[in-house]
């Protein structure tokens, strides 16, 4: 009960103190007041307004004077209990702050209670700053709306750890905050609560480690607040515009690195998931019970992912890097790094399906635990681009439910035995064209395909360099021309060729090992075979 009762006076100092952001005189707005906070030397018993007189907890918070410009800052080096709620307006040149100060290790806040440690509600140009925040109970920062748009709240160097990183049965609820999403951050939830957004929110240079799930954007998705509709008359989305996630790394999690879930214009660019969705999904039959991928679209609009390594996920049903979901629109995966997952696409379009998505420029290595797919439904992708990636050791790879869209200049390499499956109905206006295939037969429908050695510059597949072109590559200015705004390959060079895969220089100084024509007529023997006792198997199940 004494816990409790601590509990509770902290959740309501913290409520009481930016409720109160509205009222104070616009004559002392520009200046700055700070709170201070040491759980070593500090005593409740303090002002704690000046850094020589910190408090210890955030329950002796007292004499209030709240506005835009306040700091609330936290000794480096201690752990501070903390569930609070925070409604407040700062601005775009004076944010409220929530941060450190000090040296040492990031001053920890946590709680051990099922909530959250922070949470912003109806909150504008707030910043989240170089803290350590900890919930094995619970769950991270939540961001909502009720009455009000949201802007500019910035999350920044904040580590988030232990956040309820268990196996589960179920997809985590995402309906009611970090705590019940075992997240580190939340935006709003699926369903919603609201129709107003959360805009220009970034987070920047964050690690996520040994937590279920990182950072899950959701937004507003029909009047009705219900994602599941059943037609797509019912959909009436309002996005969050300006999501910016840059510079994060994710680790050792059970479940998803990032959605980027109803938005418009978000961005997830250099960031790192690794060792995420290891909740592998299956029940003790085997049979799935949950899927889960490290960064996905749900229901956004013109965004994009890259710049990103993903590697290592498990979960059986998805395990992905690439994943457009659910009415998501001209979106873009490009210059990912994929490695070591159960696969590297499958896509989930509803209703008409999705328009105008594209991946480029794209390294896939060893994703090969499952089948690949470019759309999983009949309704498909439609506009969908899917050009200069590399593509090696994959398992079996389905270009299906495709319409009007263009597949060029694609390395495709399949593991032993694994094939490659494609639409050949011409009503479907899909061009494949300057693909090369290796290991597995080239599709009949591909326009000046090669099928060949591509001329790695080396062996190593650890390294992603291996996989620049030898300049005696068949590969070199081999590609079909894409009109597009891109200017550099995936390995950051200036694109000087128009070759095929993700490699777009003039070709290292490696030597091209090719094979002879016996070696690539048992090889194209073999793939035959391979090719008909699939063919067969298929028909039989």
Not at 85 to 94: A, E, F, I, Y
Not at 151 to 166: H, L
Request: glycine share 8%.
């Amino acid at each position: 009960m004494k816990f409790l009762k601590k509990f509770l006076c902290i959740f309501v100092a913290f409520s009481v103190v930016f409720a109160c952001m509205g009222m104070f005189a616009s004559a002392i707005e520009n200046e700055k007041n700070y709170y201070f906070f040491d759980s070593v030397n500090g005593d409740d018993a303090n002002s704690g307004t000046e850094i020589g007189s910190p408090i210890k907890t955030l329950a002796g918070l007292k004499n209030l004077e709240v506005k835009p410009g306040t700091h609330f800052l936290f000794k480096n080096g201690g752990e501070y209990e903390c569930a609070a709620t925070l409604t407040c307006n700062g601005r775009k040149d004076n944010p409220v702050v929530v941060s450190s100060y000090g040296e040492g290790e990031k001053a920890v806040l946590y709680t051990n209670e099922k909530t959250d440690v922070l949470r912003l509600f109806d909150c504008s140009y707030v910043t989240v700053s170089d803290l350590h925040i900890k919930a094995p109970n619970g769950g991270g920062i939540w961001i909502d709306t009720y009455n009000q748009i949201s802007e500019g709240i910035i999350i920044d160097n904040v580590y988030f750890t232990d956040i309820q990183n268990y196996k589960v049965h179920s997809r985590d609820n995402f309906s009611n905050g970090a705590a019940s999403a075992r997240a580190a951050v939340i935006v709003k939830g699926l369903p919603a609560k609201s129709r107003y957004a959360v805009n220009d929110l970034t987070i920047s240079n964050c690690e996520v480690y040994n937590c279920a799930n990182g950072f899950i954007i959701w937004g507003s998705w029909n009047d009705q607040q219900s994602p599941w509709c059943e037609t797509e008359e019912e959909i009436d989305p309002v996005y969050n515009e300006g999501l910016l996630i840059k510079n994060c790394y994710f680790h050792e999690m059970n479940a998803e690195a990032v959605i980027v879930g109803m938005c418009d214009g978000a961005l997830v660019t250099h960031c790192r998931a690794i060792n995420c969705c290891q909740g592998e999904g299956v029940d003790e039959n085997g049979e799935i019970e949950y899927f889960t991928a490290a960064m996905w679209f749900w229901g956004s609009e013109n965004s994009t992912i890259q710049y990103c390594e993903i590697a290592g996920q498990k979960n059986v049903g998805d395990g992905m890097a690439v994943d457009f979901d659910s009415h998501t629109n001209n979106c873009t995966y490009q210059y990912i790094y994929s490695h070591d997952n159960m696969r590297f696409m499958c896509n989930c379009p509803n209703y008409s399906g999705h328009h105008g998505n594209t991946v480029r420029y794209c390294l896939s290595v060893n994703d090969n635990g499952a089948r690949s797919t470019t759309a999983v439904g009949a309704c498909g992708e439609h506009d969908f681009s899917f050009y200069n990636n590399t593509i090696i050791n994959c398992g079996e790879f389905q270009f299906k439910n495709l319409y009007d869209s263009y597949i060029a200049n694609n390395i495709i390499v399949p593991v032993d035995g694994a094939t490659f499956a494609y639409d050949v109905d011409p009503s479907r206006n899909n061009v494949f064209e300057n693909n090369c295939y290796y290991n597995v037969m080239t599709p009949l429908v591909d326009i000046g395909a090669m099928n060949t050695v591509p001329g790695f510059a080396g062996s190593d597949y650890s390294d992603v360099n291996s996989f620049m072109l030898s300049k005696d590559s068949p590969l070199i200015g081999a590609g079909a021309k894409v009109e597009d705004a891109v200017l550099s390959d995936f390995f950051g060079n200036e694109i000087s060729s128009e070759n095929i895969g993700c490699y777009g220089g003039t070709g290292t100084d490696d030597e091209y090992d090719g094979e002879n024509i016996i070696e690539k007529i048992f090889r194209t023997i073999r793939n035959i075979m391979q090719t008909i006792i699939h063919e067969v198997s298929v028909i039989f199940d």
